[in-house]
Structures are given as structure tokens and as C-alpha cells.
């Protein structure tokens, strides 16, 4: 893991406090709510961001998971890197394409909760990651993933769509200098990474939030910075659902020092994730955003994390 403590500088402290545990019922009438109101995606414009008590009626909470890929190729055949067009984008080994799979068999039947869109960075270890998680939603034997109310969710209802902000820090640290193009240019285009998923889960229509990737040799500060904010900014767009963001160690990092007060990161395992949380409320057909907390206790899900002695005690973490 790159520069932990230099992370940690611009994390934004949560005044959240610990919510009370997932109610299935309120995802009922979340979800029911969202397709008799028509509210299921909205605009940035359409999210007020709460500061603090609630400002509206209680709907439910947002779930927003942040994942690593898997075991990228390279690190598993380095002479793969001489022959490669691309030694940059690694593919997945297929020791992380079986890990991707079973981590997505495990959240799902480990969480229980609907995941309406998945967003995920364009490098291929990434792509192939995402593919591998879609697939693992589906349940053979009734053709469908069992949500958090018991209805059947056929595995093409998940949308997935390429997120350039969601991309490896754009440095030398974290791309080998070896490998990386001398003028940064990664080549990536939109259409070639949709290609790569299976045509019926992609949504074409996405907006981005990032339309191209973020300028070559940016510094570990404006990495970080800009995982934090697209975290928001990527829950503020689609409230009314739960996220899946596919990225790389670093925003899993950001992920809980952003949002889980003096948390330092030990370790992001190949597809480690954490899940974060925010209510959502609703008051006069706008809906009002809460603050997120980190739900993952350090080491359940391949993320190890550190804790004050204090903080460590009031909730209950145990560090590794």
C-alpha cells in the first residue's frame, strides 16, 4: 500500500453516528416507493446534502460498497509484461478471476441487499473483476438474485458502467515506470471497456462524472481527493440505490479514511471491500442525504485498519 499516512490527510471526519442495524422493511418501502413516485435515478440537482438531524421523513439507508479487483496477471507471470501491447493494463489472473467470483457469491449471501449499479474503473483487471461479481449475483437454481425483500433479481437488472475517476492513481507509483507510456497516455477508450462486459448489463447512457481520465503524474493528495469526492458524488446521482464501486487499493483506502475518524489502513487484500452506509430522507419529493459511516469491521473482508485505542473500544473493532 502506497503512502497510508499521506492519505489520511485529507480525510473528511464523519459526524455520523452509529445507525441502528439494516431493516429489510425499509428497503421494502424504499424500493417500492422509487417505482410508484418514479424516484429511481436522480440528478445531482435533485440531492440535498443533510448537515446534521433529520430534515425530512426517514426512507431508508444507501449502501455504498467499495472493492478492490482481483489478482492481476503480472504479479503472477512477470515475463507476461515483454510480449504485452499493454503491459500497463494487466489482465486478471485466473486466481483473481475465481476470487472475484466467490467474493461476489459471498456479499451477496453475506449482505442480503439489492445492488442496483455497479461503476468500475476502466483498467481490465477492473473490467474482468466486474464481470466476474454480476455473474456470481446470479442464483442457478431460481435464475435470479434474491434481494433484500425476497424478490428475485435477474442478473442484466444490474447496470454497470465504466467510471474513469475510478482509475489507479495516475502516478509512477503506482503504475510501473517499466511498463507505463512515457507520455501517460493509457489509450483507454469507453466503448472498448463496455465491450468487454457483457452487452446487456452496460449502461450506455450514463453520464460520467469524470469524462476522461485525470492528468498524468497527479500527486497522492489529488488521488485520494479525488476517490473521496466521487464516492459522493456517485451515491448523490443515485440515491435510491445501492452502489458497487470496482477501483483500485487506494480508493478502498480513501474509502474508510474518509469516513471512519482516525482509521489508518494497514491492508487492502485482492478484492477486499468495505461498505459504507448513509440514511436517506424525503421531504417534499426531494430526497436528503445523511452523512456515511464505514459498517466493515477491520479484517472481515480483506481490509485491515487500525483504530485508536479509544475509538477502538467504543465500537467494539478489534485491530490487527
Known sequence: MLSLRLLRLFSVRSTCSNQAPILQESYKILFQGCKETGFRSLSPGSVKMSSGGKQGGFVSYQNVFVMRHGERLDNFEPSWV???ARPWDPPLAEAGRKRAFET????????????GRVFVSPFLRCLQTAGELVASFSDEGRGGTVAGDGVAVKPFEVKV?????LCEMM???AIRPKVAPKDGNMGFDVAVCEAMLPAEIVDKNVERVYKELPQWEESVLQAGARYQQLIKDLADKYPTENLLL????????????SFKKDAEVNEVDYCGYVELRRPIFKKDHTFITGEFDLLTPSGQTGVSYSLPRALENDTNQTTP
Open 82 to 84: 515483454m510480449t504485452a
Open 104 to 115: 461476489g457469491r459471498r456479499l451477496r449471501e453475506s449482505v442480503g441487499l439489492p445492488i
Open 161 to 165: 458502467s465504466v467510471e474513469y475517476g
Open 171 to 173: 502516478n509512477s507509483k
Open 246 to 257: 470496482v477501483t483500485h487499493g487506494e480508493g478502498v483506502q480513501v474509502a474508510v479514511s
